[in-house]
């Protein structure tokens, strides 16, 4: 399973999303619980949730199931490999 490392912030993206009117997404290190408290709290529109993604191609899927979720490898990113990387996480069904 993996767990995201939490970081403390002191600055926030508050000022900015209430001087920008339009969508506002926020990015890095958010898990689900995080995500959904964001837009809740109204801290933003939307969420990316890039390396979750790139590790778990079925990241909905498993977000709306409560599955566990396949760690990223850095050291895999930007490999000429075409089969390394990007392409060979595995989705959820397929995990067990």
């Known amino acids: ?3 995201l490392q939490t970081i403390e912030c002191a600055e926030s993206l508050l000022p900015m999303r209430r001087a920008f009117k339009g969508t506002f997404i926020v990015a890095g290190g958010y898990d689900k619980a995080d995500g959904n408290k964001a837009v809740a709290e109204n801290r933003t529109n939307l969420v990316s ?3 979750l993604f790139l590790a778990n191609p079925d990241l909905l899927k498993r977000f709306e199931l409560d599955a566990p979720l396949t760690k990223h490898n850095r050291s ?3 490999l ?3 089969v390394v990387g990007y392409t060979d996480y595995l989705f959820f069904e397929n995990t067990f």
């Open 80 to 82: 000429s490999d075409p």
């Open 1 to 3: 399973m993996c767990k």
């Open 76 to 78: 895999t990113y930007c």
């Open 49 to 51: 949730y890039g390396r």
